[in-house]
């Protein structure tokens, strides 16, 4: 595979360290059973590097330090002033090691570089966000009667476990962290397995900042150990999890018992409208990148596009013609449009749902199986795909891919757009085009989806929530909403009378 743009020597440098430790109590530390797991490069699949492989024992010394790291009075009563200013401290040094951790993230994930830099950016951005917004954790004073005077507070939740996917690992990472160092909580960070490295630099970066020993740790291992183990721990109060929607009921299901408090961000099967009053060339563009950004392992992504009968042969040739002209390649190389799956497994994965397309009758318009060109022949790429006429109560439009693949399904009329926009057991994402300022705020609030973008896709902001309805998700991330999720609220209550209130004796 030919590169125009090989990782510069802070990468190298950070790659050859080979940081196989684990971040515990404000230490880098080696597993306990001195364990490793290899880390590949999906563009190549040889090992980037070896990171360690935590288990239950790893899990329990963690758990001690983010607990006696959250009753440290350093960090217990540190104010929310002062933690808003190592949080802006954090979004300092990403902003300095940008390129570094854009070039890592690369490496790791295989998203293209100009994605991976852009996903630093938010990061920064989310760290500065959730920096002043610490200072908005301010409660209420109720108007109760007035021999008493209540208020409320927002306090921490204690120990927080975050369990990361590794589509966007740098990102959901930030969007887990930032609101709960904010809130003053301690936090376990436990990266996917494929993709642990910028969770690790962040590690470091929170050191650099100055957080206290243990109030942000890193622990690489896999879910059914070390994430199951941290899950069920009895002094973790929250598990944040993102991840798939099997997952999701596993870790409902571990924090039952415990009465944990939970978020999860689940899978997607997200609808784009395409109605026949749309900028059908913005549509296309759009729907694009909604669908092939991340070689389509996008939990938002809209995976179904339900077009207008009226602008549907023009809609499929105009998306099928600029489908194939994305370029797939190294993804450090700045020319190319799409990288390479996670894995072979997710390689796999999307075959196969290729297949049941075509079993099931779908129309399969472009792609459907690996590139030719022997340069990618040792990476996870898959080329861009499209199925057309497909039946919404096809697998293929039911169940979630997490690739390159399209599925066009027309529709005659608004009612049936809406209906089968929510004929699905997910409710994440959602985009309508329309240049009808009525339809669109009518169907926006028909569709039973925790996000509706309105002749654009995608826009996420640090200041909006972000989370799913049905099997998408339990909670929200971002926006103030996700740090009033990492709090507990306590209400004090002052009598201000002269009797209290007793039996009468
Ligand atoms: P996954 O569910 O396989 O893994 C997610 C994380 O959970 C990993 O860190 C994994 O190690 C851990 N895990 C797995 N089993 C566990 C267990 N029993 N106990 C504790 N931890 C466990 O998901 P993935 O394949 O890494 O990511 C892809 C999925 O994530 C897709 O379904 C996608 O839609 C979803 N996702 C959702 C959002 C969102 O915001 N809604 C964002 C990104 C990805």
Same mark, same amino acid.
């Given at each position: 595979?030919?590169?125009?743009?090989?990782?510069?020597?802070?990468?190298?440098?950070?790659?050859?360290?080979?940081?196989?430790? /684990?971040?515990?109590?404000?230490?880098?530390?080696?597993?306990?059973?001195?364990?490793?797991?290899?880390?590949?490069?999906?563009?190549?699949?040889?090992?980037?590097?070896?990171?360690?492989?935590?288990?239950?024992?790893? %899990?329990?010394?963690?758990?001690?330090?983010?607990?006696?790291?959250?009753?440290?009075?350093?960090?217990?009563?540190?104010?929310?002033?002062?933690?808003?200013? /190592?949080?802006?401290?954090?979004?300092?040094?990403?902003?300095?090691?940008?390129?570094?951790?854009?070039?890592?993230?690369?490496?790791?994930?295989?998203?293209?570089?100009?994605?991976?830099?852009?996903? #630093?950016?938010?990061?920064?951005?989310?760290?500065?966000?959730?920096? $002043?917004?610490?200072?908005?954790?301010?409660?209420?004073?109720?108007?109760?009667?007035?021999?008493?005077?209540?208020?409320?507070?927002?306090?921490?939740?204690?120990?927080?476990?975050?369990?990361?996917?590794?589509?966007?690992?740098?990102?959901?990472?930030?969007?887990?962290?930032?609101?709960?160092?904010?809130?003053?909580?301690?936090?376990?960070?436990?990266?996917?397995?494929?993709?642990?490295?910028?969770?690790?630099?962040?590690?470091?970066? $929170?050191?650099?900042?100055?957080? +206290?020993?243990?109030?942000?740790?890193?622990?690489? &291992?896999?879910?059914? @150990?070390?994430?199951?183990?941290?899950?069920?721990?009895?002094?973790?109060?929250?598990?944040?999890?993102? &991840?798939?929607?099997?997952? $999701?009921?596993?870790?409902?299901?571990? %924090?039952?018992?415990?009465?944990?408090?939970?978020?999860?961000?689940?899978?997607?099967?997200? +609808?784009?409208?395409?109605?026949?009053?749309?900028?059908?060339?913005?549509?296309?563009? %759009?729907?694009?990148?909604?669908?092939?950004?991340?070689?389509?392992?996008?939990?938002?992504?809209?995976?179904?596009?339900?077009?207008?009968?009226?602008?549907?042969?023009?809609?499929?040739?105009?998306?099928?013609?600029?489908?194939?002209?994305?370029?797939?390649?190294?993804?450090?190389?700045?020319?190319?449009?799409? &990288?390479?799956?996670?894995?072979?497994?997710?390689?796999?994965?999307?075959?196969?749902?290729?297949?049941?397309?075509?079993?099931?009758? %779908?129309?399969?318009?472009?792609?459907?199986?690996?590139?030719?060109?022997?340069?990618?022949?040792?990476?996870?790429?898959? /080329?861009?795909?499209?199925?057309?006429?497909?039946?919404?109560?096809?697998?293929?439009?039911?169940?979630?891919?997490? $690739?390159?693949?399209?599925? #066009?399904?027309?529709?005659?009329?608004?009612?049936?757009?809406?209906?089968?926009?929510?004929?699905?057991?997910?409710? /994440?994402?959602?985009?309508?085009?329309?240049?009808?300022?009525?339809?669109?705020?009518?169907?926006?609030?028909?569709?039973?989806? !925790?996000?509706?973008?309105?002749?654009?896709?995608?826009?996420?902001?640090?200041?909006?929530?972000?989370?799913?309805?049905?099997?998408?998700?339990?909670?929200?991330?971002?926006?103030?909403?996700?740090?009033?999720?990492?709090? @507990?609220?306590?209400? #004090?209550?002052?009598?201000?009378?002269?009797?209290?209130? !007793?039996?009468?004796?």
């Amino acid at each position: 595979m030919t590169s125009t743009a090989e990782p510069s020597t802070p990468v190298q440098d950070y790659l050859a360290q080979s940081p196989k430790k /684990l971040l515990i109590g404000g230490e880098w530390v080696e597993a306990k059973s001195g364990a490793v797991m290899e880390v590949l490069n999906p563009a190549t699949n040889e090992t980037l590097v070896q990171v360690a492989k935590a288990d239950e024992t790893d %899990a329990e010394r963690v758990v001690q330090a983010a607990q006696s790291a959250f009753e440290n009075p350093e960090w217990r009563w540190m104010s929310a002033r002062e933690r808003g200013h /190592l949080l802006y401290k954090m979004a300092e040094l990403v902003a300095e090691r940008a390129s570094e951790i854009a070039q890592v993230e690369t490496l790791n994930v295989g998203k293209p570089i100009f994605q991976a830099e852009d996903d #630093v950016e938010t990061v920064v951005d989310c760290f500065r966000y959730y920096a $002043g917004a610490a200072r908005l954790l301010g409660g209420k004073t109720p108007a109760v009667p007035t021999d008493f005077f209540s208020y409320t507070l927002h306090e921490p939740i204690g120990v927080c476990v975050g369990i990361v996917p590794w589509n966007f690992p740098f990102q959901i990472t930030a969007w887990k962290v930032a609101p709960a160092l904010a809130a003053g909580n301690t936090v376990i960070l436990k990266p996917a397995s494929r993709t642990p490295l910028s969770a690790l630099m962040l590690g470091q970066i $929170g050191l650099d900042a100055g957080l +206290p020993p243990g109030v942000l740790n890193v622990v690489t &291992g896999p879910g059914a @150990e070390v994430g199951q183990a941290l899950a069920t721990h009895p002094a973790v109060g929250k598990i944040s999890l993102t &991840g798939e929607t099997a997952t $999701g009921a596993k870790i409902m299901k571990l %924090a039952a018992d415990g009465i944990k408090r939970i978020s999860l961000e689940l899978g997607g099967k997200s +609808p784009s409208l395409v109605f026949p009053d749309a900028d059908l060339n913005q549509a296309v563009t %759009a729907s694009l990148t909604a669908i092939y950004f991340n070689a389509g392992q996008m939990c938002a992504a809209r995976s179904r596009i339900l077009v207008h009968e009226d602008v549907h042969d023009a809609f499929v040739k105009t998306l099928s013609e600029r489908a194939a002209q994305l370029r797939l390649g190294n993804p450090i190389d700045r020319e190319t449009h799409m &990288g390479p799956l996670i894995s072979p497994d997710q390689v796999e994965r999307v075959s196969k749902y290729v297949e049941i397309g075509k079993s099931e009758g %779908a129309r399969l318009v472009i792609g459907g199986s690996r590139p030719d060109d022997p340069s990618l022949a040792q990476g996870n790429f898959y /080329l861009p795909t499209i199925f057309d006429c497909v039946d919404n109560s096809m697998g293929i439009a039911q169940e979630e891919i997490f $690739g390159p693949v399209a599925s #066009v399904i027309p529709f005659r009329d608004e009612d049936e757009a809406i209906r089968l926009a929510n004929d699905t057991s997910y409710g /994440l994402a959602s985009s309508i085009w329309t240049t009808d300022v009525k339809r669109v705020h009518r169907v926006a609030r028909q569709i039973r989806a !925790g996000g509706v973008w309105v002749n654009t896709n995608m826009t996420l902001f640090n200041e909006t929530p972000f989370g799913g309805y049905k099997a998408s998700g339990l909670g929200r991330e971002l926006g103030i909403e996700s740090l009033m999720s990492y709090t @507990e609220v306590k209400h #004090v209550s002052v009598f201000l009378g002269e009797s209290v209130r !007793g039996f009468k004796l």
